[in-house]
């Protein structure tokens, strides 16, 4: 192991050194995540499974919600209907304006 006098260095020293030491740190922990992932896999195989079919996370994708309102002057605007109303409805709102005129019909 290296032995350092850290009271003779200086602060930049000291910093360069806590950067490389941050460095070597995040490279072996990466290195060990590597190396357990390939274990588990060859294991996984070993056995006839891959490892995203024991997990699960193979296949999974997010749920996107399809536009149900559209921007009547504009048609490239659209929202779903869930999460913050987009300001062109705000807008249309403010103005007396009801949602269900740009409700897309199916």
């Given at each position: 192991m290296l032995d350092f006098d850290l009271d003779e260095m200086s602060?930049?020293?000291?910093k360069k050194l806590q950067a490389q030491v941050a460095t070597a740190i995040k490279t072996f922990e990466d290195r060990q995540r590597k190396a357990?992932?390939?274990e588990l896999?060859?294991?996984a195989a070993e056995m006839g499974f891959s490892l995203s079919d024991l997990t699960g996370?193979?296949?999974?994708?997010?749920k996107?919600?399809?536009p149900?309102?559209?921007n009547t002057a504009d048609a490239t605007q659209t929202?779903?209907?869930?999460?913050?109303q987009p300001a062109w409805i705000?807008?249309?709102l403010a103005r007396g304006e009801s949602l269900d005129q740009f409700l897309i019909v199916k």
């Amino acid at each position: 192991m290296l032995d350092f006098d850290l009271d003779e260095m200086s602060l930049s020293d000291l910093k360069k050194l806590q950067a490389q030491v941050a460095t070597a740190i995040k490279t072996f922990e990466d290195r060990q995540r590597k190396a357990a992932l390939a274990e588990l896999e060859a294991k996984a195989a070993e056995m006839g499974f891959s490892l995203s079919d024991l997990t699960g996370q193979g296949g999974r994708k997010a749920k996107v919600n399809p536009p149900k309102y559209r921007n009547t002057a504009d048609a490239t605007q659209t929202w779903s209907g869930r999460g913050r109303q987009p300001a062109w409805i705000k807008e249309a709102l403010a103005r007396g304006e009801s949602l269900d005129q740009f409700l897309i019909v199916k």
